[in-house]
């Protein structure tokens, strides 16, 4: 009886190992990602339909928590030689990435895997984020915004404000005026903005042309420095801080909650937020609002492209060659235009590709929701230039720290606006000094 | 007759206390050492490149004048957040001692804010004076006319992380209070009452030294918690702001380590803390031992 059972279980685990052998298993690709919520949902959509097309390979996404807890993550399973295929890195620790040494281009990966793609048929504005000094691309873009103006149409009913233009940026000096009058009739706050340094520093010197940072705001040399005490950067914040005495602005916060809650509220007129915030605002705003562009100054007569925020797909070393197919398969599959579709219709992140923004034209869904193509509008109105196409500095993440602080320093009336800058510029100067000995 | 045991064989004592060794050296010494000498090193975070620097990393901590506006917002906010948390303890430990009815469910309902975990702490005091939507700040505004913004201003800021903080840490020297008191002899306090010494004479003059010994005990530990463990309360109230004035010692460590990826200056900044830790702890055993003893 015994010997009997012993056979039959020695012939199952035969039969098992057979069967292994004969349908081989498909190769796992992993993806580590800081999606949740509802964006999760949208990304687990695009690997869904990836694994059911095919049966070669399965990509297996992880969400690692918030973008730096992922980046976090991603470094020490490298040095752990542990890295997943594939790691979503936000766009101020493109620099850390790219130098890293631990990184397959993905320009190189797609060459080596025989896709031929026509990166001039991808939004110049959010590649122009990722590639290096010879304009090659190191990551895949997969989310990316830009901030635009939210207005409460209500308010500006009531204040017998005309709806502003959803393609011409309004004037620093009409929102001024418009803000002026929100407040006499009634407004609680005038505006407000999130993400003050990416949205009144970064955003606003890539849409006047002006350096942030030297050396092409960092991209041909670690011995840039930064550039941000200028007198239109420094006249923007003397201008914000003045409107803060008669409430036609004020301070909310580094991030996008207390902004948010104040526009959502009701109690904010106007907010300048990233275009990825579109969801929770329709969500949650009980009044009627739009978007505009960014206002900008009188003097600027051709504005320039606003920059993206958000983040891109690095491919990380190390891993068998028969992997990478897979990888490239993946990366050629989330460009293709059905995806890019999904992709901005749930989430509201830019397309990529110009293909899947004529797309979605055609369908007529900027005709059903106009405000979706501000955004789109405005980071490509025009060729990025070199002052317009990106940042990219060392030590990013503490660099906006400073700048942040500093502002906030501004709006207690701690310091002077040109003190603030000043300071924010030899701070973060010797920040990238640091980075620059790290990395020399 | 002392009765002793003894291992026959010396190899067993070794067996024995090597599970505990080897979990000290893998979980305490050996991140100690890296610390140590990342401390002296500049690298990236993917560990490709690492070059030795001597204390480059300290002198660019210690010329900062960030880092030492840091250590003193660290040492104010310790101070406040332990000063407040020991008073409010000591308070309500007295009171509870003389409760008549009902004193184990007093005592109970008081030590369970100490279950709480520090960034529910935070986001709980939060909701109470957040500018925009906590109660207690429109109370503060609108009732008492108070100009409380602790998104702007760094006071209000700082008052706010140091009231999360302590209101745990309150419950946690009410046990300790709590049983610094029972020890403390009845015979003396009846002697005094009946020498004619009223309840806050003999407080001061018989409870409040006899308790010495816990008062600097809690001072050790609360000033350690402050330091070390309400990280989560920055995290989630202020992120260190506004303008940096809530940014501790341990805060910036994350910060930079963390978040920034600067391995080397947050590492010669861990040193900074370790050196620090050991000092104060150092400084308790003596005390302790030496100074604060109440003999009768």
Redesign the interface.
Known sequence: MMKKLMMLMVLVVLAVFAADQVFAKPIEIHWWHAMRGARGETLKKIVDAFNASQKDYVVVETNKGDYDETVNAGVAAYRAKKQPHILQSFEVGTLTMMLSGAIYPVYKLMADQGYKVDWSGYLQPVLSYYVDDKNNLLSMPFNSSTPVMYYNVDLFKKAGIDMPSKTEPLTWDQLGDITAKLVAAGAKKGMVTTWQSWIQVENYSAIHDLPFASKANGYEGLDCELKINNPQVVNHLTRLKSWMADGRFSYEGQKYQGAQAAFVGGDAAIMMESISGIGNVSKNAQFAWDLAPLPVEASMKNPQNSIIGGASLWVMKGHPKKDYKGVAAFMNFLAQTDMQELWHMETGYLPITIKAYEALKEKGYFKENPYQEVGINQMTRRNPTKNSRGLRLGYFVQIRNIINEEMELIWNGSKTPQQAMDDAVSRSNEKLREFEKTYK | MIKRSHFTSQTLAYLLILPQILVTLTFFYWPAVQGLLQSVM????????S?F?WF?NFI?IFT?P?YLKSIGITLGFSLATAVTSITFGLFLASLANRALRGKALIRTMLIWPYAVAPAISGILWLFLLHP??GVLAFFLKDRLGIDWNP????TDALIMVVMASAWKEVSYNFVFFMAGLQAVPHSLIEAAAMDGAGPFRRFWTITFPLLSPTLFFLMVMNIIYAFFETFGVIHTVT?G????ATNTLVYKVY??G?????L??SAAQSVVLMILIVTITVLQFRFVERKVHYSL
Do not use: A, T
């Open positions: 500049l690298s990236d975070p993917f560990g490709q490149r070059s620097v480059y660019n900062d960030l925009s939507f998104l702007l201003s760094g992120q702001g506004p303008g940096g910060q930079d963390f978040i920034g990826l600067n080397g200056s």
